[in-house]
Structure formats: structure tokens, C-alpha cells
């Protein structure tokens, strides 16, 4: 089982009385793209941003690269690992935001070589090779200088990819990260998109492009009510779907 | 208008064109004293701000109480409670520079007021960074104080600049109320002329001296205010529109009425 990235087991998760998580178990292979739909409110956010800790979860477990996340397992419980810990497991966890999120103090280039320059102590001018490399790759080598406040957000996006690929990431997380774009800039995203999971990358990504799901995906995990309801192959899913609510859903988004 | 006709134009003249050694040292005391105790008030108003948001509640207590007690009493009462309270050491760098033990203590009341002040001001600007900007950090896998280092606060800096400015303004004027402790500095200096020549000129001189330093200042954090303008939001006001925005007569009118 070496090839499973991403394992959740029954993840439960509540804000007050509002139950959003209410048993969550997937688990994603190395290499694979998974997309997961779902109407809002279904609790997809709040599901990815417990892969990385960024929530904390009440109940359940969630390993990435067979390291539990977030925790450390004493007796039967799990309690909230250190700081330090969680910083570190952070570092093979990609993610990108809804609302891309990019440090508006500093520069597309420098906006990429912060964290492998601070964090894991890349050499800097090693970390400026890697960083227009990736720049590069994401179609935005001419704008390596540029501050975010002049990009539009299709390049602000790009460049917070570029961003969280450069710490070499194991997992990519995609929080609707097309969801706060213009209608004509959400292919240049998209493409990007499609090109890492081409290549290989293992993406968790929430989404509701479905045409993105159709053609990149290996697997679509549709949610609602905080469980997954269905889950499948894109042809699966947007052919023959079985779950009346799938069925409901997808009529409405296709 | 019997009074100015009659002031004696020449001790004010002195006073301002021919200040002597003593003067210089009374008004170098009031400079150092002022910095020094600005600097160490933004470092206690940074612990306290970071205490206030902290996950531990007693911390959160603590600098609730801070806040609450040096922002509620008056400073000379401060001054005075640890004037007699504390013994405070003297400091000698060198020859040249030494902080007599009651400017010392000085210091200690200045920068522990003045705290209480900064931290408000310093949460407030790190309230108003997104709070995307932590998590964004977070998911790089920056720790707390790194993130706070690197992202947070350069930002937050831009907020926190133009009122910690202001408090530096209110910061040079407060000074004058350690000559009540014996600190030789500028209105020390004016009062120990007027008590030897019975001439209230000496104020006028001494108030156009606090009037240079705070000018000098508006100049400076003008300057400083530039340098951090955020560029890449396109919000960059130019020199000369910033001392405009900080000699705006409604600014001075409405702007800092607090002390």
C-alpha cells in the first residue's frame, strides 16, 4: 500500500451544532487527480482543509504519505500534534486558495522562493533558479517582478501554484481555485491544472468545473450534507450516474 | 496683548539662537529619552498585542489588565508610583552618552504607558491583514513566528506607521512631565532658568524648541510613511500630499485629541 497518498478514515467535523463532516473516509493513490463535487455547503471545503490541518477535525483520521496529520496517536486517542510538527508535515502539502492568498508585499518571484528559502532552507539563488523555472512553466516568466496587485487573477493563481509547487509538494490541494475568477481567465488556470495532473501530480481538487472533472479527473467523489454520496469514474458520473441527488445535481451545474 | 509687547525679546532670541552646553544636553536628554522609550514601547505593545491573540487564556488576562490599568490612570501617577517604587540603575556608553538613574526611571514609566497604547494600535493592524495571508503561510508549512516575521507584520506595518507616528508626536511632549522626578531635560532646563530670572519667555522658548523636534518629526515620518506606501496597491501618495494629509487642519482639529 505504498502507493496510497492520501488515506481519510470516518472524518467528522462540526462548528457548533452544524454537523459538516459526518463520516468521511477516501483515500487517493499516487498519481491520481480526484475531484470532488458537490453543491455548497456539502462540507468539500471543509473536508480538503482538514487534509491539511488547516481545520481541525473531532473525530476520525487522516494520514498523507502514511503520516498521521495534525495528530499523534496516544493509547487510543489522538491529540493535536506540535506546532513544529504540523509546519513540517505542511511542507509536502500543497494547496492553493479560492482566493489565491498571494503575499501582497512581495513579488510573483519572491512570492515563490519565500517558503523554500525559509522553511527548508534552500539556498537562495538555487531557490531563484527553481522559482522562474516554475514561473515559467505556468506561462508567467515575463512577470517574475510583478507585484499581485498588478496581475489579474488568472496570474495571481498561476503564480500561488507555481507558489506551492515550488516546496515540492506530494499532494496538490485545490480549493475551488477557479471559483473567484473571471469568466476568461479561468482556462489559463485550468490549463495549468491539467497539464500537472498530466504529469503525474496527485490532486485533490474541489471544483465545480466540471468540465475540468471530465477530462482530468481519474475519479469524481461527489458530496452532500457532509458524506460522500457517490463516487466513481468521470465516464461513470457524467454518464450513468445513480444517486438520484447526483442525478439532481449535475442536471442543474451541466 | 500688554504681555508680548513687553516680553523680553532677547532671552528668547538666546534661548533659540544661542543655546548653550547645558542646553544642548537638556535637549539631547529629551531626544534619547523620547527614542528609547518609543522603541521599547513598540516592543511591549508588540508582546502584548501577540498576548491578546493568543490561544492561552491567562496570557489574553494579562495584557487585558496591562491595557486596562496604564490606559486608565494618569502617566504622571505612573511616573510617580515607580519612581517610588523602583530602584532603576544608571547607564554609561562611554564618555560621551550615560542615562542618569531618574531618566532611567523615566524611561521605564514612558515605555510601559506608552505599551499599553501600541498594542492596540499593533493588533489592530495585524486584524487588518486577510486572514488568508496566515493560513497561505501555514500551508507552506511557516510556523507561527516566521509567519507572523515575514508576512504578517511587514504588512501590518503599513497600518501600524502613521498613528505609531502620532504616538512618537505625543511621546516628545510627554517627556516634560519627568522633570517632575528630577530628569534634567528641556523643561527641566526652561523652568530652572525661569526659577533663577523670574521670566516666563523661557517657556516660550522652551515651547518653540518641543515645536522644532515635533516639525523635524513630521518631515521624517512623512518620509518614512513613503517609503512603505504600498506601491503595488497603487495607493502611493507623494511627499508633498503627505505632509498635506499631516498639517490638514481638520486632521489636527479632529485627529489627535487624546491625552
Known sequence: MTDVVMHAENVHKSFGKLEVLKGISLEVLKGETVCIIGPSGSGKTTFIRCINHLEKMDSGRIEVNGQLIGYRQRGDRLVEDSERNIARQRTQIGMVFQRFNLFPHKTALQNVIEAPVHVLG????????LATALLGRVGLADKVDTYPGKLSGGQQQRVAIARALA???????????TSALDPEVIGEV?????????????????????????????????????????????EHFFEAPRNARTKQFLSKIL | MHVLVAADWHVIWQRIFHPGNVFARALWATVYISVVSQVLGVALGLVAALMRMSSIPPLRWISGIYVWIFRGTPLLVQIFFIYTTFNTPSFHFGSLWSIPAEATTGILALSINEGAYMREIIRAGIDSIDRGQ?????SLGMRYGLAMRRIILPQAARVIVPPLGNEFNNMMKNTALIYTIGVYELFNDADQNYSAALKSEYFVAVAFWYLMLTTVWTFIQAYIERRLAVSERGEELSFRERLQAAWNPTAAWFGSGRR
Open chain 1, 122 to 129: 534552500v539556498p537562495k539563488d538555487q531557490a531563484i533558479g
Open chain 1, 167 to 177: 516546496m515540492g509538494p506530494t499532494l496538490m490541494l485545490f480549493d475551488e481555485a
Open chain 1, 190 to 234: 485550468l490549463s495549468v491544472m491539467e497539464e500537472l495532473a498530466a504529469a503525474g501530480t496527485t490532486m485533490i481538487v474541489v471544483t465545480h468545473e466540471m468540465g475540468f472533472a471530465r477530462k482530468a479527473a481519474n475519479r469524481v467523489v461527489m458530496m452532500d450534507e457532509g458524506l460522500i454520496i457517490e463516487e466513481g469514474t468521470p
Open chain 2, 134 to 138: 496566515m493560513e497561505a503561510a501555514k
